[in-house]
């Protein structure tokens, strides 16, 4: 265990140290790329006078909100669509088609409806995510041994206790893997939708991010860049990977 | 341990009659016809097994009495009832593993008993654990599924199958999994539970003296279409060992008949 983190860290400390190499050896004009040092003096000072902890505040509220609406509405949805031939016929194709449509591609749509405002970034994040859901639930459901529906019902199982007792369950597996690509799918377009909708109800990352080009600001969109990193991550690492151990323990999936 | 000399089936009502069943499969490759005209009486408190070759409908006709699957004619009848749907009376120990790898062993055991109204949550953990220990897993009550051996898995099904206390158990290969030891054991559990729970079992196997050593009656069936071949009534005394001479007579009598069929089969 300590083996391995110790693997990791030493990962990253040589990255860091290539990139701080990188820099001294004048490749490219330091403008373009800050060192290390320069990035961390911006995180610094972000983080003193406020400004990263308000947009990260900001940005996380908002993907929150996001994802969760997108996860009340897409999961009963993918439910739908697995139980019901007209629904799969649909909701279904319907979900299809705008799923490979890329979610930055709601931005001007989601201008000239909501105009700048917060409803306009939900909306991004919400078209972003909902549908690769309701694909990833209807997938989940479908996916699972009709043994189990079947043993459910001759034990008296019906309705609503087949699908909350037996059919979620047996596709959490699939479930949670729609949710993580939910997840990363909310991020992006939020990310989007930030650096695209200037709006006055909130400062986030995105902004940052826009406003550190503007500035020509590199060590300000690098820092960015990273805290979103550490966020994604930190998230994966809480929110998701204990759930997913749950589920390799229990299925017996993990791989040693 | 009582032992039951006289065939039930005389002197018991009805608990499951079959009358003029077919049943007939269509894909879009071929339609099969999986069983035809079948016609039996099984009484209450009766162990009936049924014998036949892979594919002759055994597990259709077990999924039908579950009310599981609908036969396409005849009739289907439990306690004097048109089967319309399953039942918690009418358990069925699947062929396939079945158990749901999302609970643990408990829970997979507590699933059936949480579905009966009017059992507290001690009475069902109670009798959860208690047919755990009759299939000597109650070590393992806490384990997840994939943890257990195909035999135990078996087990834990049986135990599942068990606890909510049908009155009809619709057993399909049940054994198919297990060495002989643990085997001989079930036979002797199996035997135990039935005659203290009277409950009425049917029980597809292709192991004849597996048949002979639990029913009361041998029903031998036939392929394409699935049909009753022939009945053989087992009168033995109970407990019955796998390994009496009594037992091996009945046995050699029936596969001598089953492969006559199966070979004139082939030939013709
Ligand atoms: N869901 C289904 N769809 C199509 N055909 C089916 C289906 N279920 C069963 N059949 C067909 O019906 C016939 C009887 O099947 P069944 O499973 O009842 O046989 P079985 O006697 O239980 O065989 P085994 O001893 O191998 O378990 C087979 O020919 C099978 O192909
Ligand atoms: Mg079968």
């Not at chain 1, 709601?106 to 549908?131: D, I, K, R, S």
């Not at chain 1, 949670?176 to 939910?182: A, C, D, E, P």
């Not at chain 2, 319309?84 to 749901?100: C, D, I, K, N, T």
Request: aromatic share 8%; proline share 5%; with cysteine.
């Amino acid at each position: 265990m300590i083996a391995r983190w110790l693997a990791a860290g030493l990962f990253f400390v040589l990255l860091v140290a290539a990139w701080y190499l990188a820099v001294k050896a004048h490749i490219w004009s330091p403008i373009l790329l800050p060192s290390p040092i320069s990035v961390a003096d911006y995180v610094k000072s972000a983080v003193e006078d406020g400004t990263l902890w308000e947009a990260t505040q900001v940005t996380v509220r908002r993907l929150l909100i996001g994802y969760g609406l997108g996860i009340l509405v897409g999961l009963p949805l993918g439910l739908l669509t697995a139980s019901s031939r007209w629904c799969q016929d649909t909701i279904g194709v319907l979900a299809l088609g705008l799923q490979t449509l890329p979610s930055v591609c709601w931005v001007p749509l989601a201008l000239l409806w909501f105009g700048q405002t917060e409803a306009a970034l939900l909306f991004v994040v919400v078209m972003g995510t909902l549908w690769s859901l309701i694909i990833a639930t209807d997938h989940g459901v479908r996916t699972i041994p009709p043994i189990y529906t079947r043993a459910a019902r001759s034990m008296g199982s019906t309705g609503l206790h087949t699908w909350t007792h037996v059919v979620l369950p047996a596709a959490l597996p699939f479930l949670l893997s729609g949710m993580k690509q939910g997840w990363a799918f909310a991020w992006r377009s939020l990310m989007a939708a930030e650096i695209y909708v200037t709006i006055l109800t909130g400062f986030g990352l995105g902004h940052l991010l826009h406003y550190g080009r503007e500035l020509n600001a590199m060590d300000q969109v690098i820092g960015v860049m990273l805290i979103i990193v550490v966020i994604g991550l930190a998230v994966d690492k809480t929110l998701f990977a204990p759930i997913e151990q749950f589920l390799h323990r229990r299925w017996g999936t993990a791989r040693q | 341990m009582a032992t039951t000399e006289v065939n039930p089936a005389k002197t018991v009502p009805s608990k499951l009659v079959l009358e003029h069943l077919s049943k007939w499969f269509r894909t879009s490759t071929l339609t099969v016809h999986a069983l035809d005209d079948v016609t039996f009486r099984i009484a209450e408190g009766e162990f009936v097994c049924l014998v036949g070759p892979s594919g002759c409908g055994k597990s259709t006709l077990l999924n039908i009495i579950a009310g599981l699957e609908r036969p396409d004619r005849g009739l289907v009848q439990a306690d004097g009832k048109t089967i319309v749907g399953p039942g918690p009376h009418r358990l069925v120990m699947f062929q396939e593993a079945s158990l749901f790898p999302w609970l643990t062993v408990l829970g997979n055991v507590l699933f059936g008993l949480k579905l009966i109204n009017g059992v507290s949550a001690e009475e069902r953990r109670e009798k959860a654990e208690y047919f755990l220990e009759l299939v000597g897993l109650k070590k393992f009550m806490h384990s997840n599924v994939h943890e257990l051996s195909g035999g135990m898995k078996q087990r834990v099904a049986l135990a599942r199958a068990l606890a909510p206390n049908p009155s009809v158990l619709l057993m399909d290969e049940p054994f198919g999994a297990l060495d002989a030891l643990t085997r001989e054991q079930l036979y002797g559990d199996i035997q135990r539970i039935w005659s203290q729970h009277r409950k009425t079992i049917v029980f597809v196997t292709h192991n004849v003296r597996e048949a002979v050593c639990l029913g009361d009656r041998v029903i031998l069936f036939s392929p394409n279409p699935g049909r009753i071949r022939e009945e053989f009534a087992i009168p033995l005394p109970r407990p019955r060992d796998i390994n009496s001479v009594d037992l091996a007579r009945y046995s050699t009598e029936i596969t001598r008949v089953l492969k006559g069929y199966v070979q004139t089969e082939v030939a013709g």
